[in-house]
């Protein structure tokens, strides 16, 4: 069983960067994509980024192009993401997922979820 367990939210101003962790309790994570997922109050869960295990290759919704990056460590079996100029529009809840492969975008796509951390920017 895979768990994930996200970290590094907070309160933001407008314009500030958050990182936020995702560390899996296994190395069998090696064999699944990675990804960022979010949920605003009252909207339905969506794709932020995405990488892959082992290629390092990222995907990225257009919303976030540009100011979010995706990282991995390995070796520590930890996914990052860099959010830079931060935007109240970003406020939600950001879930770390695993899935089959790096391309897929839906919430029913995803094998294994973390538990959330809120990320809120103020205006």
């Known amino acids: 069983q895979v768990q994930l367990v996200e970290s590094g939210g907070g309160l933001v101003q407008a314009g500030d960067s958050l990182r936020l962790s995702c560390a899996a309790s296994?190395?069998?994570?090696?064999?699944?994509?990675m990804g960022w997922f979010r949920q605003a109050p009252g909207k339905e869960r969506e794709f932020v980024a995405g990488i892959t295990w082992s290629g390092g290759n990222t995907d990225y919704a257009d919303s976030v192009k540009g100011r979010f990056t995706i990282s991995r460590d390995n070796a520590k079996n930890t996914v990052y993401l860099q959010m830079n100029s931060l935007k109240p529009e970003d406020t939600a809840v950001y879930y770390c997922?695993?899935?089959?492969?790096?391309?897929?975008?839906?919430?029913?796509?995803?094998?294994?979820w973390g538990q959330g951390t809120q990320v809120t920017v103020s205006s």
């Open positions: 997922a695993a899935v089959a492969h790096i391309g897929l975008r839906t919430s029913s796509d995803v094998n294994h």
């Open positions: 296994t190395r069998t994570v090696s064999s699944y994509a």
